[in-house]
């Protein structure tokens, strides 16, 4: 009888270990003493690190390397697709991705405020447009299209509802999600005058889009902190 | 007195019986022709540290603790392995999209940069489960070279 009172008391003590909650989050602080830091706005400006920038007074936070010139990268990136503008004007205007671009603005505007349920919310409503989007006006070709990128773009939306009060997370899923959107925008029209912006910080000053309804930069991606930061790249009809 | 003793015993009872409602096993041997392996390029380094950091939880193969076998814990470890799974499933990878699988590796990327995962209850109970830096290192540094070599394709 007491083995058996025993074996409880482990599976219970087992099961309330299962549930304590994520509170171990080392931060990792890498500490290298000569590495020398520039701004990612300016980087002709170069410090410490923790030191700020003597021309907009933001932490210099891109290391120094002497031989990779690694903003080149995103500058490709932002430029090429211009090439395709012929795909737009045969897309038939009947498919209209109106009901999945406005969940989307939303999304981008409610992070441009540092709103993060309110981002929740619109992300919600955007995987529930891409669950109810009617295609059957879409052919083969199209449909092969919009799955390959609803696949992906669901599941970021899905993320980004399911992750208020956890705003960082958020952003990381709608630079991905921004992505999908511009090649849905590129496949099927936007349907309305839409500006493709870049912010060349964000990931790592890897840079990122974001798809906005107006022409004033409003940055989603650090919102009140660097609010009118970012360059406008193209513009989508 | 009486009470509690009646009180005990039908628990004691409950516990025997849920002891017989077992979940299916999450075990195949089978490797897909969409597993990682088959699809992408890892090195035996990094495929070890995501076998015993990962696989159980996002592969088709746990490796089941003793005391799994007691219930409720497989119960709990199931839903937390068909969870992980429906999230990211290493053994089926390869039946992802391009633009899916790389969502999915700058995610593995993120999520060990900050230390989101293994999840520290996870951690907790398989200590060989944890990164430490240079192990976290080379499984962001493969995720991210394997992302790059998929958007060069596009």
Known sequence: ?237 | MHVIKKLLVVLLIAFIIIQFIRPVRNKSEQVLPTDITKTFNVPDSVLNLLKISCYDCHSNNTNYPWYSNIQPVAWLLDSDVKNGKDKLNFSDFGSYTKRRQQSKLRSIASQIQDNKMPISNYTMIHSDAILTADKKALIIDWSNKTKDSLSSLN
Request: proline residues 3%; hydrophobic residues 35%; charged residues 30%.
């Open chain 1, 1 to 237: 009888m007491k083995q058996i009172f025993s074996i409880i008391a482990i599976s219970l003590l087992l099961l309330s270990a299962c549930k304590t909650k994520d509170i171990a989050e080392t931060n990792a602080t890498e500490t290298q003493t000569d590495q020398l830091y520039a701004c990612s706005m300016h980087p002709e400006v170069i410090g410490k690190k923790g030191e700020k920038c003597s021309k907009c007074s933001m932490k210099l936070t891109v290391p120094v390397k002497e031989d990779a010139p690694e903003t080149t990268i995103a500058d490709t990136t932002a430029t090429a697709p211009t090439t395709d503008k012929t795909s737009i004007t045969t897309t038939p205007s009947k498919i209209s991705i109106k009901g999945l671009l406005d969940p989307y603005i939303q999304l981008k505007n409610a992070l441009t405020k540092d709103n993060s349920n309110d981002a929740a919310k619109a992300g919600k409503a955007l995987e529930a447009a891409f669950k109810s989007f009617d295609k059957s006006a879409l052919s083969v070709e199209q449909k092969k299209t919009f799955d390959d990128i609803e696949e992906d773009a669901r599941e970021h939306a899905e993320h980004i509802g399911a992750n208020a009060g956890k705003i960082a997370h958020q952003r990381e899923h709608f630079d991905m999600l921004s992505k999908d959107m511009y090649d849905l925008v590129k496949a099927f029209g936007a349907g309305q005058t839409l500006y493709k912006d870049f912010c060349p910080m964000y990931n790592d000053n890897k840079g990122a889009i974001w798809l906005s309804e107006s022409k004033e930069i409003k940055n989603p991606y650090y919102g009140k902190s660097m609010l009118t930061c970012g360059s406008m790249k193209e513009e989508l009809k």
